[in-house]
DNA sequence: CCTAGGATTGAGACCGGACTCACATCGATG
DNA sequence: CATCGATGTGAGTCCGGTCTCAATCCTAGG
C-alpha cells in the first residue's frame, strides 16, 4: 500500500543516522537515548526513525549486552492444567519485568529435558525455570549453573543442587491427607501416578521425582504413626496413558484385599481414574473414597464435589519468576518462600465401607 | 569442582580456534561443518571444542543467518485449557521441525497484544501464530506482514487480512447446536462470553471477536430458519470473573421471561454457570438446559455428564504450526484445512421444562 | 619437471547495535 | 583573555558467529 512495501532489509541505525545526516554514534544515542545527545540532534534523529518506521533489532542488542531479556520455562506438560497455572503466573511476572517466556514441553522425558536446557542456553536466555523430570540426573542443570546464569526450580528439586526452589512441603500434606484417610477408617490406599519407573515400587527405591517420593514418603509416616504397616504394594506408578490408567485403577479396587480409597496424584490422573471407578459401578464415597492433588474448578462440579489437595499453582509461578528476576538482576536473594498445600475436604472421602474382614474391623474400632 | 568453575565469558569459536591452533574460520567450519576441511583440522576443532565444553551462541547465529529459529505464539489466555491444547498442539509441531516458541499471553487485551506482537518482531521471530483479540484493529497484524514474516491465526480470524488461519466454521456448528436445542422445545436460549464490549449486544453491532460474532450468527441463523425471532437479550457478553459470571447467569434465569437454556461460550464460564446453576437450586437437565463449546474431560464427569461442542484444538494447534513452518521454509501453502467442531450430546440438554405460557407451548407442538 | 585445477586455509568483512575514546565546542570562572 | 569542566560528536571497536575471497597446497596429467 503506502510506499516502502515489503522490501528485505530492515532498517538499521545506520539507516536512521544516514537520513538524520548525522553519525551512527548520534543516532544510536538518541534512539537508545543514553549519551549525550543534543535537542536538535534528537528531534531529527526521532523524526528519522519514525519516517523509516525503525525498530531495534533485539538480537544485536542482546548480542553486546549479554542480557536476552528471555528466559526460559521447561516443563513437563503445559497442557496439564496444574503446569498451564503455573506458566500463566510466570509469564504474567516476567512480562511485568519485560522478560519474555520460551517456553519447552518435555512430556517429563528426560532427554527433552536435558536437550532443551541446552538449547535455551544457547539461546541465551537470561534464566531458567525449571520443573526437573529427575531428581537424580542433573548434569544438565550443573552445566546452567556453570554457564553463570540463573535457574530456579518449580515443583520439584534435583539432587543436592543448591538452587531456589518453589515447592510445596509434599511430605507434610501428604501425611495430613494420609491421616484423614485413616481417620475415616481406611487401611488399604492406593496411590496413583504417571511416574515412570523402570522397577515397581517397593521400600527404600530411589525415585526420579522428588515430588512423589515426597508423596509416598508422607503416607509411609501416617501409615507408621498410627502403627500400621504401608501397604505398598498399592503404591502404582507409570500410569501412562488414560487406558493404563484405568486398567490400574480397576485392578486395585478388585480382588480380595482392594484398595477402599484411591488417590490420584494429578488432575489428569484424576479424571481416568473417577471415569473407571463409575465405570465398575461403584459410587465415591459409598464404595470407594477418592482425593487427588490440585484443586481445579471442576472438581466442585462433579457429584459428589471431590476431596482435593490444593497447592498454590500460581503463586508458586509468581514466585518462581521472582526469585529468577532477583537474581537475573543481581540482587540478594529474597527469603525463601514456603508454600502450603492445604486438604480441601469436600465430599468424596467417607468412612471405609463394612467388609468382611473382622481383623482389621478390630483394628479401625481402636483407633477410633 | 573440576577444573573450569565458573569463570565468566563463554567459550568462542576463536578460543576454540586458537586450542586447535588452526583459523577462526577453519574452526567455523569444521563446528558449523560446512566449507571444505581436512580430516585432521576437523579432528582437531572438534577436540578443542569438546575439550573447552563450546557452545555456540545462537544469537551470534542468527545475527547474521537472519533466522533465529524460534516462532511467536500470542493468546488470549493459558491458563485456559483450550488454549493449552493448542499451545500444545504448536510446541510439539515446533519442537520437531526445530523451532522453539516464545509464549505470550494478552489476557484479550489489544493493547497488550499490540505490544506483544511489536516485541516479538523486535526479538526477530521467524514467525508468528496469534489468537488475535480484535478482528477489527488490525494494524500490528499488517505490521507482520510488512516485516516480511509469515503470519498464521488460530482460532479466529481478522479483519479482511489475508492469513492462513485454523479455526473451525462457528456458525455453522452454532447453528447446529441451536436447532438441537430449539428441537428439544427450547426458545428462550441465553449465550453468555467473556467477549469485552462497550455497548450491551443488539443486532448489527460490530463486534471484535469473529469467533463470538458467528457464534451468535449462527444461533440467529437456526432461529430465522425455525421461524422464530432471536432473542437477542439473552446475548451476555462482558462476562469476567466468576462472579459477574454467577450474576448473569442468575439474571437469566430468573423473572418472568427467563432463558430454559443457557450456552457458555468457553469452558471457564461453564464452570461458574454450573455452579451458579446448582447454587440456585436447579437442575440440569430437568429445570435447565446446558451446552459449552470446548469438550474437556472433566464435562464426562459432571452429574449429568455436559452435552458439549468439541473442536479439534489440538490439531488445530499443529496445523498452525504446519502452515508457519511451510511459509517459513518458502514451500507452497498447503490445501486449506477446514476444522470441522461437533456437537457431543451427553445429557445436560433435556426437552424444555413445561410452563405456563400456553402459547410457546403450541409452537414447540407444532414444531416437533 | 612443470602446470592446471580442486582442496585447504587464513584474513577480514559483515550482521546491527552498544560503547570507548579522542577531538571539538562552549559557557563559566579567575 | 586564558583555562577548565561539561557537553556534543564522529570514527572505530566489539559481541560471536557466517561467509567471501584470495592465497597456498597437492596431485594428476602433459
Not at 500500500?1 to 532498517?11: F, K, L, S
Not at 534523529?45 to 528466559?71: C, D, F, Q, W
Not at 531456589?164 to 488399604?188: C, F, K, P
Not at 527405591?205 to 500400621?228: C, H, K, P, V, Y
Given at each position: 500500500m503506502n510506499g516502502d512495501g515489503a522490501r528485505r532489509r530492515d532498517v538499521t541505525v545506520a539507516d536512521v543516522a544516514k537520513a538524520a545526516q548525522v553519525s551512527k554514534a548520534q543516532a544510536a544515542r538518541a534512539l537508545g537515548n543514553y549519551g549525550a545527545v543534543s535537542e536538535d540532534v534528537r528531534e531529527r534523529v526521532l523524526a528519522a526513525a519514525e519516517a523509516l518506521s525503525y525498530r531495534p533489532n533485539e538480537l544485536a542488542r542482546s548480542?553486546?549486552?549479554?542480557?536476552?531479556?528471555t528466559i526460559g520455562v521447561v516443563v513437563g506438560?503445559?497442557?496439564n492444567p496444574h503446569f498451564g497455572l503455573a506458566t500463566r503466573g510466570i509469564t504474567d511476572t516476567a512480562k511485568k519485568a519485560g522478560y519474555n517466556v520460551i517456553l519447552v514441553n518435555t512430556d517429563e522425558d528426560r532427554a527433552a529435558e536435558v536437550d532443551a536446557v541446552r538449547v535455551l542456553l544457547d539461546k541465551r536466555v537470561d534464566g531458567l525455570i525449571v520443573a526437573p523430570a529427575?531428581?537424580?540426573?542433573t548434569e544438565h542443570l550443573q552445566e546452567v549453573h556453570r554457564s553463570g546464569r540463573p535457574l530456579v526450580f518449580i515443583d520439584r528439586t534435583a539432587g543436592d543442587l543448591q538452587v531456589d526452589t518453589m515447592a510445596v512441603d509434599m511430605a507434610r500434606i501428604s501425611r495430613e491427607a494420609t491421616q484423614y484417610l485413616l481417620e475415616a477408617g481406611h487401611r488399604r490406599i492406593a496411590f496413583i501416578s504417571t511416574l515412570r519407573t523402570d522397577a515397581h515400587y517397593s521400600t527404600g527405591i530411589t525415585l526420579e521425582s522428588s515430588q512423589i517420593a515426597d508423596r509416598i514418603e508422607g503416607m509411609r509416616q501416617a501409615f507408621l504413626e498410627a502403627g500400621l504397616s504401608f501397604p505398598?504394594?498399592?503404591?502404582?506408578?507409570?500410569?501412562?496413558?488414560a487406558d493404563s490408567i484405568r486398567s490400574i485403577t480397576r485392578e486395585v479396587l478388585r480382588?480380595?484385599?482392594?484398595?477402599t480409597a484411591v488417590v490420584a496424584s494429578d488432575g489428569l490422573i484424576a479424571l481416568s481414574v473417577v471415569e473407571a471407578i463409575q465405570e465398575l459401578g461403584l459410587?465415591?464415597?459409598?464404595d470407594v473414597s477418592f482425593l487427588m492433588y490440585d484443586d481445579f474448578a471442576w472438581t466442585r462440579l462433579t457429584t459428589p464435589p471431590l476431596t482435593v489437595i490444593a497447592q498454590p499453582v500460581y503463586n508458586m509461578g509468581v514466585a518462581a519468576a521472582k526469585a529468577l528476576i532477583r537474581q537475573m538482576e543481581g540482587l540478594p536473594p529474597a527469603a525463601p518462600a514456603q508454600f502450603t498445600a492445604t486438604l480441601v475436604r469436600r465430599?468424596?472421602?467417607?468412612?471405609?465401607r463394612i467388609e468382611e474382614d473382622p481383623q482389621q474391623e478390630e483394628l479401625a474400632a481402636t483407633l477410633s
Amino acid at each position: 500500500m503506502n510506499g516502502d512495501g515489503a522490501r528485505r532489509r530492515d532498517v538499521t541505525v545506520a539507516d536512521v543516522a544516514k537520513a538524520a545526516q548525522v553519525s551512527k554514534a548520534q543516532a544510536a544515542r538518541a534512539l537508545g537515548n543514553y549519551g549525550a545527545v543534543s535537542e536538535d540532534v534528537r528531534e531529527r534523529v526521532l523524526a528519522a526513525a519514525e519516517a523509516l518506521s525503525y525498530r531495534p533489532n533485539e538480537l544485536a542488542r542482546s548480542m553486546n549486552t549479554g542480557k536476552s531479556h528471555t528466559i526460559g520455562v521447561v516443563v513437563g506438560d503445559i497442557e496439564n492444567p496444574h503446569f498451564g497455572l503455573a506458566t500463566r503466573g510466570i509469564t504474567d511476572t516476567a512480562k511485568k519485568a519485560g522478560y519474555n517466556v520460551i517456553l519447552v514441553n518435555t512430556d517429563e522425558d528426560r532427554a527433552a529435558e536435558v536437550d532443551a536446557v541446552r538449547v535455551l542456553l544457547d539461546k541465551r536466555v537470561d534464566g531458567l525455570i525449571v520443573a526437573p523430570a529427575s531428581s537424580v540426573d542433573t548434569e544438565h542443570l550443573q552445566e546452567v549453573h556453570r554457564s553463570g546464569r540463573p535457574l530456579v526450580f518449580i515443583d520439584r528439586t534435583a539432587g543436592d543442587l543448591q538452587v531456589d526452589t518453589m515447592a510445596v512441603d509434599m511430605a507434610r500434606i501428604s501425611r495430613e491427607a494420609t491421616q484423614y484417610l485413616l481417620e475415616a477408617g481406611h487401611r488399604r490406599i492406593a496411590f496413583i501416578s504417571t511416574l515412570r519407573t523402570d522397577a515397581h515400587y517397593s521400600t527404600g527405591i530411589t525415585l526420579e521425582s522428588s515430588q512423589i517420593a515426597d508423596r509416598i514418603e508422607g503416607m509411609r509416616q501416617a501409615f507408621l504413626e498410627a502403627g500400621l504397616s504401608f501397604p505398598e504394594d498399592l503404591v502404582k506408578l507409570n500410569a501412562g496413558d488414560a487406558d493404563s490408567i484405568r486398567s490400574i485403577t480397576r485392578e486395585v479396587l478388585r480382588g480380595p484385599d482392594q484398595a477402599t480409597a484411591v488417590v490420584a496424584s494429578d488432575g489428569l490422573i484424576a479424571l481416568s481414574v473417577v471415569e473407571a471407578i463409575q465405570e465398575l459401578g461403584l459410587s465415591i464415597p459409598a464404595d470407594v473414597s477418592f482425593l487427588m492433588y490440585d484443586d481445579f474448578a471442576w472438581t466442585r462440579l462433579t457429584t459428589p464435589p471431590l476431596t482435593v489437595i490444593a497447592q498454590p499453582v500460581y503463586n508458586m509461578g509468581v514466585a518462581a519468576a521472582k526469585a529468577l528476576i532477583r537474581q537475573m538482576e543481581g540482587l540478594p536473594p529474597a527469603a525463601p518462600a514456603q508454600f502450603t498445600a492445604t486438604l480441601v475436604r469436600r465430599g468424596s472421602v467417607g468412612p471405609r465401607r463394612i467388609e468382611e474382614d473382622p481383623q482389621q474391623e478390630e483394628l479401625a474400632a481402636t483407633l477410633s
